[in-house]
């Protein structure tokens, strides 16, 4: 079986504050891929990154950045500098490469980030 | 900008109506997804379709029945429905239907049921 823990249900920040939303998962499956998402109150999830359990290589995208530890089992996503267009909930998941759970993501609770101006 | 497409944005309906929700890609994507999202909750997988064949039913209730008329669209058919099938509808796709491909979600679709 899989988890995904993201222990952080809401984070409140002031713009332009740097922010760091914790995910961290269990799987039993040596291959497995790693997702960060955005859903805005609008309501699409909007795909953030993919990593695959391979790669630990820490990943820079503008003011994104994910830091993937397997020996801790985390995949944390920091946003620098946020912006109130930020505010969003985010959630982390995960998906096998085999097993019963095959095809099938797994998401966190979502971590609900506001950014005050 | 998304290029899955899901219609209608919201939708009202009586337990003894029969509707539907329609999605559409337009990104030559072979596989597409159905889920759920309840309220502050995560998003749930109820159907799978991979080259127009069902490949994954989550044990979902049969008041719920997809369709994949071709590759680029999606259909989930509603019937019957209870108030607690009041979700926000999102479908998906990707381009092979492989586990390790991004999903690619559309807006979704705001249910109420009463």
């Known amino acids: 079986a899989q988890k995904v823990t993201q222990a952080q249900t809401e984070i409140s920040v002031v713009e332009k504050e740097d922010v760091t939303l914790d995910c961290v998962y269990e799987t039993r499956d040596t291959t497995y891929y790693l997702f960060w998402y955005k859903q805005p109150p609008s309501g699409e999830l909007v795909f953030l990154i993919r990593?695959?359990?391979?790669?630990?290589q820490n990943e820079i995208s503008g003011r994104y950045s994910w830091n993937f530890q397997k020996s801790t089992s985390s995949f944390n996503f920091t946003i620098t500098a946020s912006q109130v267009v930020d505010s969003a909930v985010y959630f982390c998941?995960?998906?096998?490469?085999?097993?019963?759970?095959?095809?099938?993501?797994?998401f966190g609770q979502g971590t609900i980030l506001t950014v005050h101006p | 900008d998304t290029e899955v497409t899901q219609t209608p944005k919201h939708l009202v309906m009586g337990m003894t109506n029969k509707k539907s929700l329609k999605c559409e890609q337009h990104?030559?994507?072979?596989?597409m997804y159905w889920y759920k999202q309840k309220a502050k909750k995560p998003p749930e997988l109820m159907f799978v379709y991979s080259y127009e064949k069902l490949s994954i039913n989550e044990s979902v209730p049969s008041r719920f029945s997809p369709e994949c008329p071709n590759s680029s669209l999606l259909n989930l058919h509603l019937h019957a429905l209870q108030p607690e099938d009041s979700a926000l509808y999102l479908c998906?796709?990707?381009?092979?239907?492989?586990?390790?491909?991004?999903?690619?979600f559309g807006p979704g679709t705001r249910l109420l049921v009463l």
């Open positions: 998906a796709s990707s381009p092979w239907g492989e586990v390790q491909e991004t999903q690619y």
């Open positions: 990104m030559g994507h072979r596989a």
């Open positions: 998941a995960l998906i096998n490469a085999g097993g019963t759970s095959y095809g099938k993501l797994t």
């Open positions: 990593r695959n359990s391979f790669d630990e």
